[in-house]
Antibody
Framework: QVQLQASGPGLLKPSETLSLTCTISGGSFDSGSYYWGWVRQPPGKGLDWVGL???????SYNPSLKSRITISLDTSRKQMSLRVRSVTAADTAVYYC??????????????WGQGTTVTVSS | SYVVTQPPSVSVAPGQTAFITCGGNNIGSKSVHWYQQKPGQAPVVVVS???DRPSGIPERFSGSNSGHTATLTISRVEAGDEADYYC???????????FGGGTKVTVL
């Protein structure tokens, strides 16, 4: 049973760089059937897909965030990381890591971590 | 990029049926997935690939998708179904996930 655990700093100041880590346990981490990614949710708002990464290193990002984000994998540690540069208050959100599955064509998010809260404030 | 539209809210009495729509241009040609999110919790998939239910999801949850509208149907609604529901598609042209804005289901 795969489990995802997101962790991060909690509080940042505007213009700083946000770094989050998702630790993946159980299941098959390096299966080509799955991608790994991030979703965020600002307070009181809906889900906002951030991006994904494949075990091969292939990435895809939300076009609205693409210029500021990087997703990477540390396969030896079974960890995925998200970096968001030049944060503003608009980046305040709960950040979820999630497994993207594709058993029948077209991905959906079948396993989610519990989320980590990030607040950007001076 | 592809846009999917959901009504902000749906209200339903216990025991009745709730219909939650997800609109998009020719969405019937895509696979639609549905998530339930309760306050303070991560989303959980309740229907995948238009009408597949993951193990553990009650049969009361079902989906359909045709033309420009996909629908999540919750039959015999219970108080515990009160939550936010999100539809999601995969935009293969850019390898992107797209979420609808979410629908808050209130059980009267």
């Amino acid at each position: 049973q795969v489990q995802l655990q997101a962790s991060g700093p909690g509080l940042l100041k505007p213009s700083e760089t946000l770094s989050l880590t998702c630790t993946i346990s159980g299941g098959s981490f390096d299966s080509g059937s799955y991608y790994w990614g991030w979703v965020r949710q600002p307070p009181g708002k809906g889900l906002d897909w951030v991006g994904l990464i494949r075990h091969s290193g292939y990435t895809s990002y939300n076009p609205s965030l693409k210029s500021r984000i990087t997703i990477s994998l540390d396969t030896s540690r079974k960890q995925m990381s998200l970096r968001v540069r030049s944060v503003t208050a608009a980046d305040t959100a709960v950040y979820y890591c999630a497994r993207h599955a594709n058993p029948h064509g077209g991905f959906f998010l079948d396993v989610w971590g519990q989320g980590t809260t990030v607040t950007v404030s001076s | 990029s592809y846009v999917v539209t959901q009504p902000p809210s749906v209200s339903v009495a216990p025991g009745q049926t709730a219909f939650i729509t997800c609109g998009g241009n020719n969405i019937g040609s895509k696979s639609v997935h549905w998530y339930q999110q309760k306050p303070g919790q991560a989303p959980v998939v309740v229907v995948s690939y238009n009408n597949d239910r993951p193990s553990g999801i009650p049969e009361r949850f079902s989906g359909s998708n045709s033309g420009h509208t996909a629908t999540l149907t919750i039959s015999r609604v219970e108080a515990g179904d009160e939550a936010d529901y999100y539809c999601q598609i995969w935009e293969s042209s850019g390898d992107h996930v797209v979420f609808g804005g979410g629908t808050k289901v209130t059980v009267l």
